[in-house]
Nanobody, 115 residues
């Protein structure tokens, strides 16, 4: 059973930065794609950023230029560096990992940006 554990969330002022971490219980290179999603109150969960097995990255338009997804295969950890945070980035952020036949979610970490 794969486990994903997020950390790094918290309260930050607008314009500040946070780095989220997602530690996987197995090799992250065994997944086709890993990504960060977020869900704000009353809204649907949305994809923020993703990184494929080959290292290709993709971002939601709302975070391009401000967020960076990266990985460290030696520690089986995926990161989300979030800069120039805005009030509207406030949400619970979830780590996701997909294989060809299944997908996994972490428990989420709260990010709150004060205006």
């Amino acid at each position: 059973q794969v486990q994903l554990v997020e950390s790094g969330g918290g309260l930050v002022q607008a314009g500040g930065s946070l780095r989220l971490s997602c530690a996987a219980s197995g090799s992250i290179l065994s997944f086709n794609v890993m990504g960060w999603y977020r869900q704000a109150p009353g809204k649907q969960r949305e994809l923020v950023a993703s990184i494929t097995h080959s290292g290709s990255t993709a971002y939601a338009d709302s975070v391009k230029g401000r967020f960076t997804i990266s990985r460290d295969s030696s520690s089986n950890t995926v990161y989300l560096q979030m800069n120039s945070l805005k009030f509207e980035d406030t949400a619970v952020y979830y780590c996701n990992a997909k294989t060809q036949i299944w997908y996994y979610w972490g428990q989420g970490t709260q990010v709150t940006v004060s205006s």
